[in-house]
Structures are given as structure tokens and as C-alpha cells.
């Protein structure tokens, strides 16, 4: 259940830098460096680490694209056993500061700060041991809601600290198109584009009484988030 937040709130957001292939070269230091790529058994890349991104290789890329065009990359078979395991002791070592840990997806999770007494250099404390003991980089990102937070580890990426604060958070939603605003569908992205609503400040910027006539509630509560109030809590039921 979303329950409203205190204004006072902070939200970290936590982000494995390319996970999967990332837990890979951590047990394979010779791949480090490399340009690697993970989804062999698909026929797709499922995975790829930011040398083999840079190469112009994306997600779902089939295989045997880059097996013909870039042979110098290493192509892996999945372990989803061994990202799972990476997963727990990355969930561990931020409940070592965050007794409020929400677990979403393999590679990333929130967690509420609010009450801590020194919430950024923990924050910092947990990015250098989640990279010390995994051997993966992470990118952190801090905010007043879990959707600015989640902005936030997005904006330095790969292994970026941010915190969006009331200073910078206009700056930083500027430099944001609306369509990556996550929790906004593609269906909505066009409809506030064809609206003429291109990045997420302006989208913050129309009156709340017209997102309520236009939006769902879900809708209503990014433009909260978005505009820095929380409503969308910390699930830290698991």
C-alpha cells in the first residue's frame, strides 16, 4: 500500500552498472576490461558490459550479429543462479545500514533513509562495499521520492553518486525526456508528447488539476513524486 510521506523524506535508489555481465567478469578478472556480452542460450544479448555498449551493442542484439561483426567480444551463457546469489549480498550490505530495503529486480533496490543520522555518508559507505565485496560497480542515486532517487542513480551512470536536491532537481528533470520518467508508459510518453510535453520538467510544470482531469491516479502520483512529494513508499515487505 502507498502511504503519503513526510516531506522530509530520502530515498535511496540502488543500480547495478550492466549486472549481469558485471557478475560475470567478477569471477572472470580476465574478462575485465573486455567488451562482454551475456545471453548465448537465447540468441540474443541479454547483457552487455559498457566496453561491449560501446561498440554499438545493445540489449536483444542477436548473437550471431556480434559474433560476425565484433569477433574480439567474449559471448556467455546466462548463470541466473550466480546473479541471484550476487543479488542477496547486495540486498544484505544495504540493510547493514537501511533496516527499510525494498527489493526490486535482481540488480536494484530502494531504501529509505529518512531516519538515519548520517543518510549520505552512509550512502557513500554502502557504494564503496557493495563494490569492495562484489567487485561490480554500482550507481547510487538520493532524492526526496523514490522516483527522484531513482532519476538520480541514472544520471552518473556507470558508478555514479547523485543526490537531487531542491537546488538541482529542476536541472536534472530538464535534462530528462518525459518517455524516461519511470512508471510512465509508452502510451502515455506520446500522449503528453503529442501534447507538446517533451522532457520531465515540463511535464511537472502542467497545473495538477489538469494531470488529474488528463491522468490516472498512478499518473497523478509521478507528477507528485516528480515535483518532490512523496507518495510512493518504501515496500520493504519481502
Not at 34 to 57: C, F, N, Q, S
Not at 94 to 102: C, G, I, S
Not at 112 to 134: R, V
Not at 182 to 204: E, H, I, Y
Request: charged fraction near 20%; glycine fraction near 6%; charge should be neutral.
Amino acid at each position: 500500500m502507498n502511504v503519503p510521506r513526510p516531506p522530509q523524506c530520502l530515498i535511496l535508489h540502488v543500480d547495478g552498472d550492466a549486472f549481469f555481465a558485471a557478475c560475470e567478469v567478477s569471477r572472470r578478472p580476465d574478462l575485465r576490461g573486455r567488451p562482454v556480452v551475456v545471453g548465448h542460450e537465447r540468441g540474443i544479448v541479454t547483457a552487455a558490459t559498457y566496453e561491449a555498449k560501446a561498440l554499438g551493442i545493445s540489449r536483444a542484439t542477436p548473437i550471431h550479429e556480434v559474433r560476425s561483426s565484433y569477433p574480439q567480444v567474449a559471448i556467455l551463457p546466462s548463470d541466473f543462479e550466480l546473479y541471484a546469489q550476487v543479488s542477496k549480498r547486495m540486498y544484505a550490505i544495504v540493510r547493514r545500514y537501511a533496516p527499510l530495503v525494498e527489493e526490486y529486480g535482481t540488480d536494484e533496490c530502494f531504501a529509505d533513509l529518512t531516519h538515519l543520522q548520517n543518510p549520505l555518508e552512509d550512502a557513500q559507505s554502502i557504494k564503496k562495499e557493495l563494490q569492495n565485496e562484489l567487485n561490480i560497480t554500482f550507481s547510487l542515486g538520493i532524492g526526496p521520492t523514490k522516483v527522484l532517487a531513482k532519476l538520480a542513480s541514472k544520471h552518473k551512470k556507470p558508478d555514479g553518486f547523485w543526490v537531487i536536491t531542491p537546488e538541482n532537481r529542476e536541472e536534472c528533470l530538464a535534462q530528462t525526456p518525459v518517455q524516461y520518467v519511470w512508471g510512465l508508459g509508452p502510451k502515455t510518453s506520446a500522449r503528453l508528447q503529442g501534447m507538446g510535453v517533451l522532457t520531465s520538467l515540463q511535464f511537472t510544470r502542467l497545473p495538477r488539476a489538469r494531470v488529474c482531469e488528463l491522468f490516472n491516479a498512478p499518473v497523478v502520483d509521478l507528477w507528485e513524486e516528480l515535483n518532490g512529494t512523496s507518495v510512493l513508499a518504501v515496500d520493504f515487505v519481502n
